[in-house]
T-cell receptor, first 107, second 122 residues
């Protein structure tokens, strides 16, 4: 099983801030990585797939990058609706896995 | 629109079984893999397994092997996740989510069900 380690586990930020979340895989996953936003009481929402491709309808302030084992989700100019928990997900292996999550809350 | 609608919340006794359903709307169930994920209180997302509703091939992570069965019924466009020998540690919200198309299993999860809360308590 491929382990995904997200950092930080939580962060406090203000509206307008730039936020960066990292996801490290225990082995190379060849960009087979997705990012999700999850709010309490709601279903997770797909933000990006293939490490850097924005899902239809997702604002362009979300972006992804990385290769090999290291990947990054960046939110430029954080908006009030962006306060949530973010998860990375690898689908390179037929046994998928999620990172532990990063909670972004209001400073 | 394309959506997955799950069955309602349930309360179960320890040792019991539960079967969660996930009905697909506005797309053909058998055309995409279906994954199951859960979130225990205060915890992160945990991937459980998948089914290919066209071939009925399944794969369940080792942690749940022998205790979780994923099935589908194409005639009613519905996937199911059944878990037996429940303990309090299985208290969680269970989600179904649409995966890859056709034989392409390696894909992100683009459509999610609303979640089903399963509470295991004596």
């Amino acid at each position: 099983e491929i382990q995904l380690t997200q950092s930080p586990s939580s962060l406090s930020a203000s509206v307008g801030d730039r936020v960066t979340i990292t996801c490290r895989a225990s082995q190379g996953i060849y960009n087979s990585l997705a990012w999700y936003q999850h709010k309490p009481g709601k279903a997770p929402k797909l933000l990006l797939y293939a490490a850097s491709i924005l899902q239809s309808g997702v604002p362009s302030r979300f972006s992804g990058s990385g290769s090999g084992t290291d990947y990054t989700l960046t939110i430029t100019s954080l908006q009030p609706e962006d306060f949530a928990t973010y998860y990375c997900h690898q689908y390179y292996n037929t046994l998928a896995s999620f990172g532990g999550g990063t909670t972004v809350d209001i400073k | 629109q394309v959506q997955l609608v799950q069955s309602g919340s349930e309360v179960k006794k320890p040792g019991a079984s539960v079967k969660v359903s996930c009905q697909a709307f506005a797309y053909t169930l058998s055309a995409y893999y279906m994954h199951w994920i859960r979130q225990a209180p205060g915890q992160g997302l945990e991937w459980m397994g998948w089914i290919n509703p066209y071939t009925d091939a399944t794969n369940v992570t080792e942690k749940f092997q022998g205790r979780v069965t994923v099935t589908s019924d194409r005639s009613v466009s519905t996937a199911y996740m059944e878990m037996n020998s429940l303990t309090s540690d299985d208290t969680a919200v269970y989600y179904c989510a649409r995966g890859g198309r056709g034989y392409h299993n390696h894909a992100a999860l683009d459509i999610w069900g609303q979640g089903t809360l399963i509470i295991v308590s004596s």
